[in-house]
Nanobody
Framework: QVRLVESGGGLVQAGGSLRLSCVAS????????MDWYRQAPGKQRELVGS???????NYAESVKGRFTISRDNAENTVALQMNNLKPEDTAVYYC????????WGQGTQVTVSS
């Protein structure tokens, strides 16, 4: 059974930083593209960025230059480092992967105060 567990959310002031982590189990992690999504209140869930099995990353325009995704295949972990946070980054952040069906973690709340 595949399981994704996020951690690291919280409340931070604008301009601050947070680091989210996601631990995956039940899959051969090192072969998988891993994604981070977020969903703000009243909005659709959106892709924040992805990291390939080879470590190539892609980001939404809204977070480029501020967010960094990394992975540790030995620990089955993918991280999202968020710097220079803005109030519009407030959302529930989800770790996700697609194995023919998209799987989600439980999400972690990030709140950025102005």
């Amino acid at each position: 059974q595949v399981r994704l567990v996020e951690s690291g959310g919280g409340l931070v002031q604008a301009g601050g930083s947070l680091r989210l982590s996601c631990v995956a189990s039940g899959i051969t992690f090192r072969y998988r593209v891993m994604d981070w999504y977020r969903q703000a209140p009243g909005k659709q869930r959106e892709l924040v960025g992805s990291i390939s099995n080879g470590g190539v990353t892609n980001y939404a325009e809204s977070v480029k230059g501020r967010f960094t995704i990394s992975r540790d295949n030995a620990e089955n972990t993918v991280a999202l480092q968020m710097n220079n946070l803005k109030p519009e980054d407030t959302a529930v952040y989800y770790c996700s992967l697609n194995i023919g069906v998209r799987l989600w973690g439980q999400g972690t709340q990030v709140t950025v105060s102005s």
